[in-house]
Nanobody
C-alpha cells in the first residue's frame, strides 16, 4: 500500500522559513516517480507549487514562489522536501505532496494535479504575525 506522509507545517511569521517533508512508503522513489507539491486554500482549487523529476535534474515552480521555494528529493531516504523561505501570508494553505509514475522518463515533471497517482493527507502552513 502506497502512503505519503507530509510533515513540517506550522505557524510562521511573514519572512520566516519552513521545510516540508514528504516520506513515502510502499513505493521506491527512484523507480519512475516524479514528485509534486501542491497547495489548497478553502474555496479554491488545488494549485501546483513545484515538481521535481525522477532524476532530480528538472524542477518547475509556480511563478509566485520562484526564488523563495526549493524542491529537492533524497531517493535513498524515499523522502522529498520543500524548503520555503521569505514566506508571505498568501502562502497560507494546506500543502500536499504527490507522486506521478513517469515510467522510464527520468527528466520530466509537471504541475497538473490530475496526472498524479498518489497523494498525502496534507500539512497546514499558516503565515501570520
Amino acid at each position: 500500500q502506497v502512503q505519503l506522509v507530509e510533515s513540517g507545517g506550522g505557524l510562521v511569521q511573514p519572512g520566516g522559513s519552513l521545510t516540508l517533508s514528504c516520506a513515502a512508503s510502499g513505493i521506491s522513489f527512484d523507480s519512475y516517480y516524479a514528485i509534486g507539491w501542491f497547495r489548497q486554500v478553502p474555496g479554491k482549487e488545488r494549485e501546483g507549487v513545484s515538481c521535481i523529476s525522477v532524476n532530480g535534474g528538472t524542477t518547475h515552480y509556480e511563478y509566485s514562489v520562484r526564488g523563495r521555494f526549493t524542491i529537492s528529493r533524497d531517493n535513498a531516504k524515499n523522502t522529498a522536501y520543500l524548503h520555503m523561505s521569505n514566506l508571505k501570508p498568501e502562502d497560507t494553505a494546506v500543502y500536499y505532496c504527490a507522486v506521478d509514475n513517469y515510467g522510464p522518463v527520468q527528466d520530466m515533471c509537471e504541475m497538473t494535479s490530475g496526472v498524479y497517482d498518489y497523494w498525502g493527507q496534507g500539512t497546514q502552513v499558516t503565515v501570520s504575525s
